[in-house]
């Protein structure tokens, strides 16, 4: 099974930049694909990127492309995500997520496992 534990969020001014982890661990983590998701208040989970197993894939929710970037360190079983240029509507709880199918966290708002979540909070 997979385990997985965020952290990096916080406070941000617009503009700023922030980068996100999530420490991957369990037997298929390094088989798995791995994604991030995000839910304001009031709002659906939303799609924001996601990453193969190996790095070789990546795919971005329109409002990420261009200033978002997924990653992965395999050697540290961690997936980063480095936010760019952020926004006030980028306001949201960030999650992390694992699947063993890349198709699954692009196509739908689903995974296998999720973390706890970490909130990031831009200002004006």
């Known amino acids: 099974q997979v385990q997985l534990v965020e952290s990096g969020g916080g406070l941000v001014q617009a503009g700023g930049s922030l980068r996100l982890s999530c420490a991957a661990s369990?037997?298929?983590?390094?088989?798995?694909?791995m994604g991030w998701f995000r839910q304001a208040p009031g709002k659906e989970r939303e799609f924001v990127a996601a990453i193969s197993w190996t790095g070789g894939s990546t795919s971005y929710a329109d409002s990420a492309k261009g200033r978002f970037t997924i990653s992965r360190d395999n050697a540290k079983n961690t997936v980063y995500l480095d936010m760019n240029s952020l926004k006030l509507e980028d306001t949201a709880v960030y999650y992390c997520?694992?699947?063993?199918?890349?198709?699954?966290?692009?196509?739908?708002?689903?995974?296998?496992?999720w973390g706890q979540g970490t909130q990031v909070t831009v200002s004006s």
């Open positions: 369990g037997r298929t983590s390094r088989s798995s694909a």
């Open positions: 997520a694992a699947d063993p199918k890349l198709v699954v966290l692009v196509t739908t708002t689903q995974a296998r496992f």
